[in-house]
């Protein structure tokens, strides 16, 4: 558990960063900071490790007071990674992960074999381990950063917008990995970031900051998007933040069945199966390949990849809404495909019945509030 | 000139011995020397301009009023080559501190702060992240130093100390240009070979800027 106490940073030009900080980072999860450029936010984390002191407060660590403790063995327990990684240039890869371990005195021969393991688990092919940061691209620099950062196994990990350098696809990537990581290692972790979207992706709870360093709002991301407390909050969060909380829903849709056409099937197999003027294409394992026009296929021809229309998004059956809404609105054929965790087809649902299970959630949740607030007052 | 070479290969070897050493003790006590100050402008930027600006005012003075006032500094024989080691150890240095602040400056802001939250501290940081990485800047900066004391050391012979220079002054006395050819091949050569080694040396220091480079 981290925990900021009237925290206070007043840099010595008279810039007041953070302001009164009072938060609970819980331990085993993930906190995120989220707020515009300069509202505190590397202020706070960097006053965790003291990379810089705090004006006044407190910051405990567990039931350690931070401020008590000498600096090295402080930053030996917590893992930092930053923007851009900040990897050594002059070390390759596997003795830049060993960093911390050699640093804490374990044996070049351990500290390498733990390196290798890191390598491994965050997704690094083992044939970097001799190269150099910069013969690595972006991301896999980032990946090198989070895997030295949890070399000699701290509890606590303090990021700093580490996936805001790499392209959108990329970061997608290491954002899943690094939330598959969490789901194994349940480390004590504050990430920053000014991105909303991955504060709401990543976060167990989300601390949303306003320039001059005070806290807006400590709380879960879909009570963040449903009930964000003032207009700063409302519009950080943005304005499609109804249809994001969505991403928080999942209920079981009733899929309903989808006769499949295959590679090979003719003109008037497709014809027979499809519906609505649409048939659905799986391949051996029935997992979904895309969408045919039925009348599209000439007689006497057969069903190739030439004629697949790829649009639509697939969306997991016991995923959220918010994918299942989203695989009904980009299929061509109007009905979003529903897979199983082994990407098999389950079956296929309208956005009109996506929005129905939506609309019996929120009148759930409706009745729910209004007796809150009727045995509450 | 190389008739000069035949009959007096004694004399011209002693000369070229003496003139390397002249020229690299020098660098390797300016370096010795400058690395610790180099240190404290890079980590206390404010001692920065004050310190490369006294660096910047001490390469200034003429290089034989400062042999000449040496022994009066020094209290040593005029003669002794001691006087110039000492003098091209003040040019190294000054020459070299800026370098070395340099060097240590160029740490990418990024890996000084992933450097701090790993717990690195004083000695243990300045010899394992700040000073391998400010290698190549530094290698750029013996290069000239070390090239320029070639040329400031034959400046010694009007002081009466044996080297490559001494083959000017003979030459010049004498009226034989093929002698004073003589010293400046020997000393081009010389430059270019402690060039050439300190290339290499920097090379074997920084394996991961060829890496970088072979991209
Ligand atoms: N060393 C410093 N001296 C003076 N002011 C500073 C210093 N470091 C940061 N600040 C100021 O403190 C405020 C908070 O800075 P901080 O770096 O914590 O912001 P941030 O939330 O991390 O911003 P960003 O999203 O741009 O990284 C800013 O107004 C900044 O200008
Ligand atoms: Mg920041």
């Known amino acids: 558990m981290i925990k900021f106490e009237s925290v206070v940073k007043k840099y010595p030009d008279g810039t007041v960063a953070v302001n009164g900080l009072d938060l609970v980072a819980p331990s085993g999860k993930i906190t995120v900071f989220v707020g515009p450029s300069g509202c505190g936010k590397t202020t706070s984390l960097r006053m965790i490790n003291r990379m810089i002191e705090p004006t006044s407060g407190t910051i405990w660590l567990d039931d350690q007071d931070t401020g008590k403790v000498s600096e090295s063995t402080l930053r030996r327990g917590i893992g930092y990674v930053i923007q851009h990684a900040g990897l050594f240039p002059h070390r390759t890869i596997v003795d830049n992960i060993a960093t911390v371990p050699l640093l804490l005195g374990w044996d070049k021969k351990k500290a390498r074999a733990r390196s290798l393991e890191l390598m491994e688990r965050v997704g690094l092919d083992p044939n970097f381990a001799r190269r150099y940061p910069a013969q690595l691209s972006g991301g896999q620099q980032q990946r090198v950063g989070v895997a030295r950062a949890l070399a000699a196994d701290p509890p606590v990990m303090l990021m700093d917008e580490p996936f805001s350098a790499v392209d959108p696809v990329v970061r997608g990537e290491l954002q899943d990995e690094f939330l598959r990581l969490q789901s194994e290692l349940g480390k004590t972790i504050i990430f920053v970031t000014h991105d909303i979207d991955e504060a709401v992706k990543l976060g167990d709870q989300v601390a949303v900051l306003k320039v001059g360093g005070t806290l807006a709002q400590l709380a879960s991301p879909a009570e963040l998007l449903t009930d964000p407390v003032d207009d700063f909050v409302a519009g950080f969060v943005g304005r499609d933040r109804g249809y994001r909380a969505l991403g928080f829903e999942s209920g079981t849709l009733d899929a309903a069945s989808e006769q499949t056409v295959k590679f090979g099937d003719d003109s008037a197999t497709v014809l027979r199966a499809g519906r609505d003027g649409w048939a659905l294409a799986v391949d051996e394992a029935r997992r979904p390949l895309g969408w045919v026009r039925s009348a599209a296929v000439p007689s006497g021809k057969q069903v190739g990849p030439e004629l697949l229309h790829r649009g639509g998004t697939l969306a997991s059956v016991s995923g959220s809404l918010r994918a299942a809404l989203d695989a009904a609105l980009s299929s061509p054929s109007g009905r979003g495909v529903l897979i199983d965790e082994n990407g098999a087809l389950v079956g296929t649902v309208t956005a009109a019945e996506v929005v129905q299970r939506i609309e019996s959630h929120l009148h759930a949740r409706r009745d729910q509030h209004d007796e809150g607030a009727v045995s509450g007052g | ?215």
């Not at chain 2, 005012?57 to 020094?74: D, E, N």
């Not at chain 2, 006087?83 to 091209?88: E, G, I, K, Q, S």
């Not at chain 2, 501290?121 to 130093?145: C, E, N």
């Not at chain 2, 001494?166 to 081009?188: A, D, E, M, Q």
């Open chain 2, 1 to 215: 000139m190389i008739n000069y070479l035949k009959n007096n290969p004694d004399n011209v070897s002693e000369w070229f011995f003496a003139h390397v050493w002249l020229s690299v003790v020098p660098v390797v006590l300016g370096l010795i020397i400058a690395l610790p100050i180099g240190w404290v402008a890079s980590h206390y930027r404010w001692t920065y301009p004050p310190i490369t600006n006294l660096a910047g005012l001490l390469y200034t003075v003429p290089s034989l009023a400062l042999f000449i006032i040496m022994p009066s500094i020094l209290g040593t024989k005029i003669l002794s080559p001691i006087n110039m080691v000492v003098a091209l150890t003040v040019y190294s240095v000054a020459l070299l501190v800026r370098v070395v602040a340099d060097g240590l400056n160029s740490v990418a802001p990024d890996v000084r702060a992933a450097a701090t939250a790993m717990g690195f501290t004083g000695l243990g940081r300045f010899l394992k992240v700040d000073l391998p990485i400010a290698v190549p800047v530094i290698t750029a900066g013996l290069r000239v130093a070390t090239v320029s004391n070639v040329s400031l050391v034959s400046i010694g012979a009007l002081i009466g100390v044996p080297q490559l220079g001494s083959l000017f002054t003979t030459g010049f006395s004498r009226y034989i240009p093929g002698i004073v050819l003589l010293g400046i091949v020997l000393c081009l050569v010389l430059a270019l070979v402690l060039d050439g080694l300190i290339i290499l040396g920097g090379r074997l220091l920084t394996p991961w800027q060829r890496a970088v480079a072979k991209r």
